[in-house]
């Protein structure tokens, strides 16, 4: 069973870089062919993909947030991070990790999900 | 990019009703690469059916979808009080990968 667990911050000032990390067990990054994958969801509001990694390092990010997006993997930890820069309150949100399974040449929906954590952007 | 929307905002319904939540795309979409997520109040959204009705792991077959190009249905039937909670649909054809805005079904 593959379970996901998100750490981090719980406040950021604004301008400054948000910085997420996803502790997989269950599963070994390194050896896996899933998309691990990160989602956000401000509060009382709908979900957003924010972006994903595979193993190779090959990322695919939402284009609203390309910009300022950066998702790495550390495999001897077996986790993988979000960076997202100049963050200002419209990033104040529940960021999720989840795991893609990739099936369909790359395709896959949300197996699994990390509780999520809740991230403030203020001064 | 593939806008979603979804159809009714809020369900009102009691249990044992049968419910059907719609969710149409900007453009169409192959039914495999559309999923349904149940998301509880608190908690974090939990994978239901992807890939053309194929029901994630422990979710009971009163669930179902149907639909096909830009118009899909998720279908509930014997609500449970248990099954009350916000529903959305999501598209992995394409990137950005995107969501619907949901639909929250709610008890009568």
């Known amino acids: 069973q593959v379970q996901l667990q998100e750490s981090g911050p719980g406040l950021v000032k604004p301008s400054q870089t948000l910085s997420l990390t996803c502790t997989v067990s269950?599963?070994?990054?390194?050896?896996?062919?899933?998309?691990w994958t990160w989602i956000r969801q401000p509060a009382g509001k709908g979900l957003e993909w924010i972006g994903r990694?595979?193993?190779?390092?090959?990322?695919n990010y939402n284009p609203s947030l390309q910009t300022r997006v950066t998702m790495s993997l550390d495999t001897s930890k077996n986790q993988f991070s979000l960076r997202l820069d100049s963050v200002t309150a419209a990033d104040t949100a529940i960021y999720y990790c989840?795991?893609?399974?990739?099936?369909?040449?790359?395709?896959?929906?949300?197996?699994?999900w990390g509780q999520g954590t809740l991230v403030t952007v203020s001064a | 990019e593939i806008v979603l929307t979804q159809s009714p905002d809020t369900l009102s319904l009691s249990p044992g009703d049968r419910a059907a939540l719609s969710c149409r795309a900007s453009?169409?979409?192959?039914?495999?690469?559309i999923a349904w997520y149940q998301q509880k109040r608190g908690q974090a959204p939990r994978l239901l059916i992807f890939?053309?009705?194929r029901r994630a792991t422990g979710i009971p077959d009163r669930f179902s979808v149907s639909g096909s190009g830009t118009d899909f249905t998720l279908a509930i039937n014997r609500l449970e009080p248990e099954d009350f909670a916000v529903y959305y649909c999501?598209?992995?054809?394409?990137?950005?990968?995107?969501f619907g805005p949901g639909t929250r079904v709610e008890i009568k």
């Open positions: 990694i595979y193993l190779s390092g090959t990322t």
């Open positions: 999501q598209q992995y054809e394409a990137s950005p990968r995107t």
């Open positions: 890939g053309s009705s």
């Open positions: 989840a795991r893609d399974p990739g099936y369909y040449y790359g395709r896959g929906p949300l197996e699994d």
């Open positions: 453009r169409s979409v192959n039914s495999n690469y």
């Open positions: 269950g599963v070994s990054i390194n050896r896996s062919t899933y998309y």
